[in-house]
């Protein structure tokens, strides 16, 4: 069974094909300036076919669509023969809110509970909406799958997912933390149980996802009990470009004395703040680690303030959890960065942590799962590539699979 991943944005779409009977990835690339003017970059990974990459009209989600079918059936750069290869599709979408705690078949009632949820992001689920609609535009009556990144912390109980405002604003409105990277934290925490040889419902895990956007999360015998973003991707770490937790009067002050509509103020905290308005030199963390090197001292202060409430979010995690069996990180940066782990992993001696510094300073570039943890390290420190697209087509076939066997019986 071949399933097409798509992952689509505003004016963005990406997409792997995974051959599933040896979850191969066949093909993947992305379609930019979606509506704008339009680009497609194709990347095939079996055979001997070239990349593409050129600038193509894409006025809408529908025409992007079309061209990466076409490029995946093309007799020069595909890998199928057909568009009839393709069993499903399964959509990454950012917020299922509490209406979906597992992905889901895509059918009209779904689609009905995802424009419910577009308040709760407004900028990332109407895309993703779009990405369905183009698929049945294209595609037909094929199944589709809509897989959550909030829905793996659907477990966390009340007491950490409700905010401290009065609680109609939860009852009428669904202000809560819900979380972000959820797919991510399934695979690594699978990966993880997989690497230590234990069950995954017999482990304490804090599983650390620096990227672009980072995070954290608290994961109790496979279940999510806490994590560090919030109704929004924008709380818990300073990001590349997002602010991370700030006192919500620093809004008002802002606003009062600048005169900033609060459109201008979220945009100032979301695209202009974190590692960025920090160092004012890059969000790019390599950037920010060369920098440091040369001298930069506001570049070395940004990273301080990463790695230090990293440091203090996994400190409160392993409260959470009461202790921890292994401290895991991934991607960009947490796969990445044998600088940015050893920092934070420096505040966990009292944990009797014990990092393996040549396994670490070779960790970096590589698919691999990866033990750092030091001889005798009383948690096991476990740098573990993510891969969000592997867990989207396994559910994807999973659901797919389920329907047929429902539909034989
Ligand atoms: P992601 O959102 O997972 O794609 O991660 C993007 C982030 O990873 C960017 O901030 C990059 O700077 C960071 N990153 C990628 N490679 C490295 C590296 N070798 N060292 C440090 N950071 C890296």
Known sequence: MKVLV???????????????????????????????????????????????????????????LKAVVHMLTSPEYGVIESMSEIAAVGHRVLHGGEAFTSSVLVNDEVMQALERCIPLAPLHNPAQITGIHACTHIMGDIPQVAVFDTGFHQTMPPRAFLYAIPYEYYENDQIRRYGFHGTSYRYVTAAAAEMLGRPLESLKLISCHLGNGSSVAAVEYGKCIDTSMGLTPLPGLPMGTRCGDIDSAVLQFLMKKYGYTIDEMLHILNKKSGMLGLSGVSPDFRDLLHAAEEGDTRCRLALDIFTYQAAKVVGSYVAALNGVDAIIFTAGIGENSPQVRAEILSHFGYLGCCVNEEANAQCYGHDHWTDISGPGSAVKLLVIPTNEELVIARDTRDIVHALRRQKKA
């Open 6 to 64: 798509i992952n689509a944005g505003s004016s963005s779409l990406k997409y792997q094909l995974i051959d599933m009977k040896t979850e191969t990835l066949l093909a993947k690339g992305h379609c930019g300036r979606i509506g704008i003017d339009g680009y497609l970059k194709h990347k095939p990974l079996v055979g001997e076919k070239p990349c593409y990459y050129e600038n193509i009209p894409l006025p809408t989600h529908d025409d992007a």
